[in-house]
């Protein structure tokens, strides 16, 4: 551990819990341990599965991708806003628009990051 492959690491467990369970009788007080570690691995299989679904999964990446295109155009169109105001000479305008287009900027960030553990 960690898990770096997920799928050799699924088929040694599978096996190592194979003969885990054709051992038999094992001394009372050593079964705790090994069981206790056993879990602990399988544990750490399954967080990385579900971690490995979320990040493959075709729905979350589509709404985490709709909500970044949606940043995205929230900022271009404050950016345009705040360039207009600042032509017409409404600074006082701009600045309030600048403030908010900070954060826009820092929630598109954030989605842009989540986008990325989807890979891509």
Do not use: C, Y
């Not at 090994?34 to 729905?59: I, S």
């Amino acid at each position: 551990m960690p898990v770096k492959d997920l799928k050799a690491a699924r088929a040694a467990f599978r096996s190592l819990n194979e003969r885990w369970e054709a051992i038999g009788h094992v001394p009372r007080d050593a079964r705790p341990k090994v069981e206790g570690r056993m879990h602990a691995v399988e544990r750490a299989l399954q967080e990385t599965e579900e971690n490995e679904w979320r990040r493959t999964n075709p729905e979350a990446r589509a709404r985490a991708a709709g909500l970044t295109g949606q940043l995205q155009d929230a900022v271009d169109k404050l950016r345009s806003q705040i360039d207009a105001a600042r032509a017409a000479g409404n600074n006082a305008r701009a600045d309030k628009l600048a403030r908010e287009l900070e954060g826009r900027q820092a929630l598109l960030d954030q989605a842009m990051k989540g986008l990325e553990e989807f890979g891509g």
